[in-house]
């Protein structure tokens, strides 16, 4: 598949997806459900009837009755296995966005329009009538007509995408748009698509009560597909608007912890430079009068990296002139929490504080008084476990494909 088909084809799953989006939050009440993948597409139970809906993203292609034929017969196929019902307790729809081509369609097509283009097709040189081989006669089908409706003029992949972000601001509390755009929209995105891969179709489904609740929360968690739409760009403004934006241009004072995974990417000068940028961003800014109350400095835990590769990298730091301390008070001591979390002083001018291992967490934490602290675990893999950290602890977790990852999100 070339560049161009697999930039179509994923763009044709988001628009599918945040028309699932648009359909679960305009549901009339709380247990409205709606199964992803379904018997058809999208499969939404809104209480007195279900709708079921082939969603399809054709921006680049003029319109012929063949483009949706599959979809009209997969429907009919359905209302013939319910026994073809009369009652109305099924909607039909198929929906799309094409280049052009909608003129084709009749707005109120026939019996016979419908059988000619849509339920009739020649395979290996034989001609199949689908309702014929389905026994579905006249009465049925004009009923099932009835229920099909299909929507050439479905709007654009951005307009629909801001449909969902006023959905978004009008349907969860103190939302923003720009809250909608940056933590809930990926949020909702991510909860269609988990539902999307379930092999269960049971597993599939959810109510517009549980999906605002899944929406609505400000976690910054980005899966591949997520990476694939938005872009690590997005992904790392998110993260500085999460967790690193503050409300005047001053870093606030605060204790907080960098636990970073530089497994695999261990380089002196490269590493050295990022906590150079860490300790600068997060340190105070010394002036001449600076109160003794308002200094501090960022900790910083290491994961990944060897006791030898943290030597030099520690003693490239002293070369240049960057202090910092690492709860050792002197060669051969235990490691001393007490000492590590003293205070940055007009003397004593620390930069960085390092934490040697996960097991040094709680007694560390357990040991800052008078200031907020705030853990921000930039994994790889796995986050570390909450068992490290004391109970009531800020604890955020952070997905990263490369440690130096942090740098775009310092700058962005």
Known sequence: MSNRSAHATIKGYFYQFDHTIVSILNASAPQSRIVVEGIEDIDLDDGDYRTLVQCKYYEG?????????????????????????????????????????QEKLL????????????????????????????????????????????????????DQQRSVIRLLVSQIPGCTPDDAKVFYYPNAINVIQSLAIQA??????????????????????????????????YYAKLIKKKFFKFASTKTPKASRIFIIDITGEFSIPDFTGLLVKIAT????????????????????????????????????????????????????????????????????????KFIPAVDYLDPVVSKIKGSLVEIFDFYKDLP?????FPKGENHNTIKVDSAYFIEEVLRS
């Open 107 to 158: 707005a109120d097509f026939d019996l016979e329009f419908l059988k000619k283009n849509f339920l009739t097709y020649k395979q290996e040189k034989v001609v199949h009538e689908v309702h014929t081989e389905l026994g579905v006669n006249d009465t049925q089908l004009e009923n099932f007509r009835s229920q099909l409706g299909i929507d050439l003029n479905a709007p654009s992949y951005d």
């Open 281 to 352: 961003t997060f340190s105070h800014v010394e002036h001449t009068r600076t109160p003794q109350s308002d200094r501090f400095c960022p900790y910083l835990l290491i994961r990944g990296i060897s006791e030898d590769d943290l030597v030099s990298l520690k003693g490239n730091l002293l070369r240049q002139g960057f202090n910092f301390d690492d709860g050792y008070p002197f060669k051969g001591s235990d490691f001393c929490p007490d000492h590590l979390v003293t205070e940055p002083s007009k003397e004593n001018r620390i930069r960085l």
């Open 384 to 388: 570390v476990e909450s068992q490290y």
């Open 61 to 101: 292609t003029i319109y012929n009755h063949s483009v949706i034929k599959d979809a009209v017969i997969q429907m009919l196929r359905h209302y013939s296995t319910e026994g073809c019902p009369t009652d109305q307790r099924f909607n039909y729809r198929v929906y799309g966005h094409y280049k052009s081509g």
């Open 200 to 233: 269960d179709i049971n597993a599939r489904e959810i109510t517009k009560a549980s999906f605002l609740k899944e929406v609505n929360r400000k976690e910054v968690v980005f899966n591949l597909w997520l990476r694939e739409k938005f872009g690590n760009d």
